[in-house]
């Protein structure tokens, strides 16, 4: 499998900045990276039960991703996350979707929700466009960073990969997700627009958007679905 699949887990990413680009100062970044948050641990994100006052208040005041991913390495991400299924190291939704926010005053908007597909692999070519670097190595992932500036819309035919203790899944960024589930060797495709829960299954419903994906999951795993499969924990 391609390493962007084996990438490191994000559950929070804030980034604050100060600073003038135009004057050539480089921007103070602080980067918050949490383990075992899933997106619906947060107040900001639907909790209930407790509040996150302090990451709720840079929600307000920045821009959060609602379909960002946290690609694991280890497998380690959450159990429970709102109402959707899946707990640690799946590869439904309830293990992979992870809170992300980005907060720069006068930079950034104020209070807007993004619902752009996101991972955590794109974190880095993101942080080399906002600092003027090309990377000497290509990247799996893609820069945002238009997206958080501009409101730029990343294309349809995006998706983001990942792998888990379950199989290998694909969540492309119209909505289609499909997963694989290893232990059958079988396919699960998913509307997340109108079924973000996972309950039905429609791999019989559009076969050929089921092919499109399980194709471009086989190629990702370089030809071998069992590199789709968590080996670290």
């Given at each position: 499998m391609r390493n962007h699949i084996f990438n490191s887990l994000l559950t929070v990413a804030t980034i604050t900045y100060s600073g003038n680009l135009a004057?050539?100062?480089?921007p103070n970044v602080i980067f918050i990276y949490a383990d075992d948050l899933g997106k619906g641990l947060l107040s900001a994100y639907g909790q209930k039960q407790y509040t996150?006052?302090?990451i709720d208040k840079l929600v307000k005041q920045g821009i959060s991703f609602n379909r960002a991913y946290g690609c694991m390495l280890s497998g380690d991400i959450f159990n429970g996350n709102a109402s959707m299924a899946g707990l640690k190291r799946s590869n439904l939704q309830g293990g992979v979707n992870v809170p992300l926010i980005f907060y720069w005053k006068g930079t950034f908007a104020e209070n807007e929700?993004?619902?752009q597909l996101v991972s955590n692999y794109d974190l880095l070519p993101t942080f080399a466009e906002m600092l003027g670097i090309r990377p000497s190595i290509k990247k799996d992932g893609i820069s945002f960073w238009k997206t958080l500036t501009e409101n730029v819309l990343l294309p349809d035919n995006r998706y983001v990969v990942y792998s888990s203790n379950l199989g290998a899944a694909i969540?492309?960024?119209t909505g289609w997700k499909l997963r694989h589930y290893a232990k059958k060797n079988i396919f699960e495709l998913y509307n997340l627009n109108t079924d973000p829960q996972e309950r039905n299954n429609?791999?019989?419903n559009y076969p050929q958007i089921a092919e499109k994906l399980i194709n471009i999951l086989i190629r990702e795993c370089e030809s071998d679905l069992r590199n789709?499969?968590?080996k670290t924990g």
């Open positions: 004057a050539q100062q480089k996150t006052p302090d929700i993004c619902n969540v492309e960024n429609l791999i019989d789709g499969i968590n």
